[in-house]
């Protein structure tokens, strides 16, 4: 597991039904892409988050394979529909096999 | 050592060939990484957008945004990088667009293809031009 993996995720507080909200989610990863080499000229091992996955109330809005050509601290932008109150549930896999998760709640206004 | 006008012709032509050569090389390692995500369809020039910088000063972190309407899902390549493939959107039944945003790294300038899947199985692409100041990806 890297170190330091911080989840953050920005989610509107309520919605009126049927609104599309933005989310923002960003999560410090150092994303190592396995291209760069360490001081000895040995090749530093990829570990990237290769998949980040968004759900709302157990259905899909975003589904995203990464690979190494995306930034550090992946950031992702979206927009999800929102029919009703419930929440949203994030989750960043790792390449070593660690799953970092998120959730937020949104009610309707 | 003493040239014709007609062999420094025939050297300056075999160096713009030589240096021409390593292009399409590139370009075929995107077509096929185009092809396995369209399943060899061909896809459509336009129907999807594709939002980058002309010129990014560091290429570590480049802010891209896809926004493809009618879209099942977004593949973007790049032809510069070590890799070509980018990333890949796909959206679900919650989505409330077909846009996405995020950042990427690029080697070097370069173009940047977005291909959409649409909801009837047909393919549509762009691509973009961006200028890198500072390559990405370590080296």
């Avoid at chain 1, 709302?56 to 190494?68: I, K, M, R, S, W």
């Avoid at chain 1, 529909?81 to 949104?106: C, L, M, N, P, Q």
């Avoid at chain 2, 510069?80 to 990427?104: L, Q």
């Avoid at chain 2, 649409?118 to 031009?129: C, I, K, L």
Wanted: with cysteine.
């Amino acid at each position: 597991m890297a170190s330091n993996v911080k989840p953050r995720v920005k989610v509107p507080k309520s919605a009126s039904a049927g609104e599309v909200v933005t989310i923002k989610t960003l999560i410090s990863h150092p994303m190592e892409s396995g291209q760069r080499k360490d001081s000895a000229g040995q090749p530093i091992p990829r570990q990237i988050i290769n998949r980040f996955t968004c759900d709302f109330n157990g259905q899909n809005a975003l589904d995203v394979t990464l690979e190494p050509a995306v930034s550090t601290n992946p950031y992702f932008e979206f927009d999800v529909r929102v029919d009703a109150a419930g929440e949203f549930h994030f989750t960043w896999y790792d390449d070593d096999g660690s799953i970092y998760e998120e959730r937020k709640s949104i009610t309707l206004a | 050592m003493h040239f014709t006008r007609r062999e420094a012709l025939a050297l300056g032509l075999g160096g713009i060939t030589a240096a021409a050569l390593p292009l399409p090389a590139l370009a075929s390692k995107v077509d096929d990484a185009i092809a396995a995500f369209t399943g060899g369809a061909t896809p459509a020039e336009g129907g999807v957008t594709l939002t980058a910088p002309e010129i990014a000063e560091n290429g570590n972190t480049v802010p891209i945004a896809v926004d493809a309407p009618g879209a099942v899902a977004v593949a973007v390549f790049a032809t510069g990088n070590p890799e070509t493939g980018v990333v890949t959107f796909r959206f679900g039944p919650a989505a409330g667009s077909r846009m996405a945003s995020t950042r990427v790294r690029l080697a070097k300038t370069q173009d940047v293809i977005a291909v959409a899947q649409m909801e009837d199985g047909s393919f549509a692409r762009t691509s973009a031009t961006v200028k890198v100041t500072i390559g990405g990806c370590g080296g």
